[in-house]
């Protein structure tokens, strides 16, 4: 049986899309499938892969895998991407709304890519303090669709990403699933550039929607930002993030950017 799928990216955030509204790719074929496709050299190579099929109440739902195989609760980027996708095979028109893991997902496409609407996003009270190597380092901790932990520093291109992104993503203090870890500049105006180890990928990564919003969110507390916060990914592309304070919630909570295929293609299952 040939499969066929879209390979599509959002700020450098790549994935595969494949229409499985006949169910093509049985569930528990998916996590074992998803790593081989996803890795790079050996397979099509992404930061993961979105399975689009039918909803009984909403336009569509998604089940999304990390590049290692596991479950991916939210994911900003890809919403945007899978907005796109699904509006190209017929399943929806320029607005949507589509099922995820965590909630329900409004989106519209726009002439920028993508507009998706995140679930409200709860505010910690502050930072704390978490040590790595004998070095502590001043933490913001929330959940904007899956969890995130937030360090300002001052060398964006100096910081080690890999070696102290794995450690804070693995660190006891955020046991037992782990956390995603986003490091940031705050830069001129209501911006800021930012660097992302994902949690499910194992690595940097070009960009994070979610990373993006809960580093927006925490630049916006800590240091006045206001909304929008226009975002540098590494990958170059920018994202911008829509939010309003209400009390220790942040809501009304938006992602924008780009979304674009960047090839079909089809392979043998």
Known sequence: MRIEF?????????????????TIVAKA???RLASTWCRRCFGIGADGVMFIENDQEL?????FY???GSVAEMCGNGARCAARYANRIGMVGETMIFRTIAGPIRARLTDMGAKVQLTDVRI????ELVEVDRRKFSVWYLNSGVPHAVVQVEDIEAVDVRGLGRALRNHPHFAPSGTNV????PD???????RTYERGVEDETLACGTGSVATSIVAGISLGLSSPVLVHTRGGGDLVIHFTRVGDTAQAVF????????FTGSFEF
């Open 6 to 22: 879209d390979k599509m990216q959002g700020a450098g955030n790549d994935f595969i899309l494949i229409d499985n509204r006949e």
């Open 29 to 31: 074929d998916r996590p």
């Open 59 to 63: 336009d569509f739902a998604w089940d």
């Open 66 to 68: 990390n590049a290692d």
């Open 124 to 127: 910690p009270a502050g930072s």
């Open 182 to 185: 986003n490091f940031f500049r």
């Open 188 to 194: 001129a105006g209501n911006s800021l550039t930012i």
């Open 255 to 262: 992602l924008e950017g780009g979304a674009e295929t960047v």
